[in-house]
């Protein structure tokens, strides 16, 4: 059995800091989210892409792939949204099996007025801590990263 390649020091507190991060900035961002706006993490997060669609009509699929979320994490959050007026699910004219979600009024409106505090958030706590060049230098890395994931099409 080979040996394991332990993290050195320095990638060690990168690694950390990382973890640290990631977790400190979305807790903060989303408890800002749910007192601003009354919104979950994850009603937000699917309102996103909605909201960008043309007519904010997606496929389902295609929804859970954009956020990488698991087929049944997506249906039971749509389920949820929908029973709180934020979307709803229409037949899929191309394939019977599968379905549509379009962003109602009320989920359009959720997001238009949720967004401006949330990337205000995002600016205080994530952005507002980089300089420029920082900022220039994350943005590669973090995509070199994310390419070298799977897939993940639930």
């Known amino acids: 059995m ?13 690694w950390r800091g990382m973890i ?13 989210l749910v007192q601003n706006s009354g ?8 309102l996103v892409p909605l909201s960008e669609a043309p007519d904010g009509l997606l496929r389902a699929r295609d929804l859970g792939r954009m956020v990488a979320w698991e087929r049944s ?15 709803a699910r ?11 979600v379009r962003l109602t009024e009320a989920g359009r409106s ?3 007025a949720a967004a401006p505090a949330h990337v205000a958030a995002v600016r205080q706590y994530f952005f507002g801590a980089l300089t420029d060049a920082e ?18 099409d639930g």
Do not use: F
């Open 39 to 46: 919104l979950s993490a994850a009603e937000y997060t699917l």
């Open 73 to 87: 994490r997506i249906s039971h959050q749509i389920i949820r949204m929908e029973k709180r007026g934020l979307v």
């Open 2 to 14: 080979d040996e394991a390649r332990w993290l050195d020091e320095r990638e060690a507190l990168v």
């Open 90 to 100: 229409e037949e899929c004219g191309e394939d019977a099996r599968g379905s549509m």
């Open 135 to 152: 900022i220039d230098v994350i943005g590669p890395a973090l995509e070199r990263v994310l390419d070298r994931l799977p897939d993940n």
């Open 110 to 112: 959720a997001i238009v």
């Open 20 to 32: 640290g991060v990631l977790q400190r900035v979305t807790a903060e961002t989303e408890r800002q």
